[in-house]
């Protein structure tokens, strides 16, 4: 003990010593009292560096693949939009509509029977050309 607080303790079993960790639900409920205490504080735009806000990599990518799909939906009319068929073919850039996700455009093409189509939830693979 260091004061009130534990450093270290004697295993029971093999009579080694070692730092003091906490049991996993005493992390986790401090953990979560800290989470809560961040959340509850307010926010204001010079708390951070210049104002940004600092973003994962995932969170990136998912931001700059909505942009690309916003950049190439936008200002297109309902016509400009194929209905998306495994029996037609398709090229890169094309505008396409799925019954199932909706408005998308073709970002690549992958071979002869694989397209890439970038929805606004992602990008997914699927096929064309299919006889």
Same mark, same amino acid.
């Given at each position: @003990?260091? /004061?009130?607080?534990?450093k270290?303790?004697?295993?029971k079993t093999?009579m080694?010593?070692?730092?003091? #960790?906490?049991?996993?639900?005493?992390?986790?409920?401090?953990?979560a009292?800290?989470?809560?205490?961040r959340?509850?504080?307010?926010?204001?735009?010079?708390? #951070?560096a210049g104002?940004?806000?600092?973003?994962t990599a995932?969170?990136?990518a998912?931001?700059?693949?909505?942009?690309a799909?916003?950049?190439?939906?936008?200002?297109?009319?309902?016509g400009? %939009?194929?209905?998306?068929?495994?029996?037609?073919?398709f090229?890169?850039g094309?505008?396409?509509?799925?019954?199932k %996700?909706g408005?998308?455009?073709?970002?690549k093409?992958?071979?002869? /029977?694989?397209?890439?189509?970038? %929805?606004?939830?992602g990008?997914?693979? @699927?096929?064309? /050309?299919?006889?």
């Open positions: @003990m260091v /004061g009130d607080v534990v270290k303790v004697e295993c093999c080694s010593h070692h730092l003091y #960790r906490q049991p996993k639900s005493e992390r986790e409920s401090r953990a009292a800290r989470a809560a205490a959340s509850s504080e307010p926010r204001s735009s010079s708390s #951070r104002g940004v806000e600092r973003l995932a969170q990136r998912e931001r700059d693949q909505t942009l799909w916003e950049r190439a939906i936008a200002g297109q009319p309902s400009a %939009f194929k209905p998306y068929r495994i029996n037609l073919t090229g890169e094309e505008l396409i509509h799925h019954s %996700f408005d998308g455009v073709v970002a093409v992958i071979d002869r /029977g694989k397209i890439e189509i970038l %929805f606004k939830d990008p997914r693979t @699927m096929a064309h /050309g299919q006889v």
